[in-house]
């Protein structure tokens, strides 16, 4: 019976440690949200969601780079396998997926500090220029987060090149041990007094949780690749002009794009309708993503997978594999959505104080029809990225030129509510059409080449 329902369900190892770890984030970002409505006022609520979006704008400086990481991964790990914490197997995709690890220490080391510099500067212009007045105090709280963010962000390459060579399971146990230090520290930060500093506490302690089990458990891959950086053969590498780029500066915009369509909502809120609106917007938003980053676990498991079949030439694997993973993945979201919007209605019919810091359901209802039409989306996207190929660049830019020129309408002469009703017009229609439209072309021009 419990084969059967692993089966039926999608389960194997990787998607069981995903889950635990999304299933503990789940938990504690439901205490943690509690503990935010219970120690931070309504405008200090704005100003903690508000970092998080702003934070977003890292993803000018990545430019969708660890994305590409982790496909490119997954296509050498094809002819490689891990053995005590290091890389064996094929000399030549070797050379190239450590290759792969120095250009990524290069290219996120220079972002780093980029991050540091300028997007703390932007976020204190922000805060200065839309809260003059605010008795809240959120600088000091907002430099120590920029720097948890940078270090972050530096070690997020790395975290990918594993997930894309198959090591799913144990980055995701990684994340687990990640999210129970981080969020404890957030409590105990929260529950003393500390307020905004929580933010700071989280990001911090997922930093330095992450480079010490990195030190700890693939020292001889980076002695490797310290090898590799002082000796190596300049052959064999993975060239960033001649195959990286060309999808990169598609995925660039696509992920820049991105920022528009799911990012800006926050902030503008803030700007246009004060820090309380912010606020239960913030977390309305942060408690969606978070159904929507559990169901992904049962595809964004695949993709290495995925990558080492198209790499393999087994396509009809592939699709079997793909087929079953999309039908799990929009099931379980669509079970959360379903879960979470009579959780709010029953907390509304018992005049839960909590509900208050939430959007009303009228508000909701629209964003979680977004969110799902948004997920499927993905799922298509994820499939042909899987190719190495990026096709969803005008798709991103038409839908970012939509949804923020919409919202920054609608949150300047209307409200809320009817920004988000604008928003799920666009995900489902434009945004759910074109993406279809791509995936179905796409399907028609790789079965004619066989």
Not at 22 to 39: D, E, K, M, N, Q
Not at 166 to 188: D, E, F, M, N, P
Request: glycine share 6%.
């Amino acid at each position: 019976m419990i084969l059967a329902l692993k089966k039926t369900l999608g389960l194997d190892r990787a998607i069981i440690f995903v889950l635990l770890n999304r299933s503990w984030t789940v938990l504690a970002g439901f205490a943690t949200l509690y503990l935010i409505s219970t120690h931070l006022n309504k405008a200090e609520q704005g100003f903690y969601y508000t970092f998080s979006s702003i934070l977003a704008l890292q993803i000018f400086f990545e430019l969708g780079f660890s994305g590409i990481i982790a496909q490119f991964a997954s296509h050498e790990m094809a002819r490689l396998h891990w053995r005590g914490g290091d890389l064996v197997g094929d000399p030549q995709a070797r050379r190239r997926l450590l290759s792969l690890f120095r250009l990524a220490i290069k290219w996120y080391g220079v972002i780093s500090l980029l991050t540091v510099l300028l997007l703390n500067t932007a976020g204190y212009a922000f805060f200065s220029n839309s809260a003059p007045q605010t008795e809240v105090l959120w600088r000091a709280p907002w430099a120590l987060l920029t720097l948890g963010a940078t270090l972050n962000l530096f070690l997020s390459p790395l975290l990918a090149l594993l997930e894309g060579s198959g090591l799913i399971a144990a980055v995701s146990a990684l994340r687990l041990l990640q999210s129970v230090v981080a969020y404890t520290a957030g409590w105990i930060v929260l529950l003393n007094g500390g307020k905004l500093y929580a933010a700071a506490a989280i990001s911090l302690l997922t930093a330095a949780t992450g480079f010490h089990w990195l030190l700890r458990h693939y020292a001889p891959l980076l002695r490797s690749l310290r090898e590799d950086l002082r000796h190596g053969p300049r052959d064999d590498r993975i060239s960033w002009r001649d195959e990286i780029w060309p999808m990169q500066w598609r995925i660039a915009l696509s992920w820049l794009s991105g920022y528009f369509i799911s990012q800006l909502f926050t902030p503008l809120a803030f700007r246009y309708q004060g820090s309380e609106t912010a606020g239960r917007l913030g977390m309305s938003l942060s408690i969606v993503t978070t159904l929507s980053t559990v169901a992904s676990a049962w595809l964004s498991t695949k993709l290495p997978r995925f990558g080492m079949l198209i790499a393999d030439g087994r396509r009809d694997e592939l699709r079997a594999l793909f087929r079953s993973s999309c039908a799990q993945s929009a099931a379980v979201l669509l079970t959360l959505h379903c879960l979470f919007f009579g959780l709010l209605l029953a907390m509304r019919q018992l005049d839960v104080a909590f509900a208050g810091r939430l959007l009303a359901p009228v508000e909701l209802l629209p964003l979680l029809l977004a969110s799902l039409a948004s997920h499927i989306v993905f799922l298509q996207a994820s499939y042909i990225r899987a190719h190495k190929i990026e096709l969803y660049l005008k798709h991103a830019i038409i839908l970012a030129v939509l949804i923020s020129c919409s919202s920054y309408y609608l949150i300047r002469h209307g409200s809320v509510g009817e920004m988000l009703v604008a928003y799920a017009l666009v995900c489902c229609t434009v945004g759910l059409g074109y993406s279809s439209y791509i995936y179905i072309g796409f399907n028609r021009k790789k079965t004619m080449e066989r």
